[in-house]
């Protein structure tokens, strides 16, 4: 069970890299194109919110559209970003599932254990009436 606890949280810190890691590279990589929505965006540095915004949505493979790649390192990063990260995500998710099923197992087990105590022991005798 220690193993399983260990390795959840490494799965966790290494999805909370992954999306720091995409963060900063898309924020320093990125600017919003010239179509851009806010025009005093346009051309400027995607925001740290904004590049942790597809950060995140690219790994849940989400992908609302409103922000995508415009430069070519950008693209080709978030071609590997989405295929290595959804690869993690899709591991983190399974370790943490592997997890869950042992706790119910080992509480399943837990309260059998009990059950079977408790009909060893008999039915509870009723309470002694005062004469």
């Known amino acids: 069970m220690v ?6 949280g490494f799965a966790v810190l290494l999805l909370v890299v992954l999306l720091a890691a995409g ?3 898309f924020h320093l990589l990125e600017t919003y194109p010239p179509n851009y929505w806010d025009e005093e965006m346009r051309g400027k540095q995607w925001t740290p919110l904004d590049a942790f915004y597809f950060s995140a949505i690219t790994l849940t ?6 922000l995508h790649p415009t430069t070519e390192p950008s693209k080709i990063l ?3 970003y989405a295929i290595f990260g959804v690869a ?3 591991f983190v998710l399974s370790i943490i599932a592997k997890w869950y099923v ?4 080992q509480f399943e087990e837990h309260e059998i254990q009990r ?3 408790m009909l060893r022991r008999g039915p509870p005798l009723p309470p002694k009436e005062e004469q």
């Open 3 to 8: 193993e399983t606890k260990i390795k959840v």
């Open 23 to 25: 963060t900063i590279a």
């Open 61 to 66: 493979t989400i992908g609302y559209g409103e």
């Open 78 to 80: 978030t071609v590997f």
């Open 88 to 90: 993690l995500v899709l």
């Open 102 to 105: 042992q706790r119910s197992q």
């Open 115 to 117: 059950l079977k105590n």
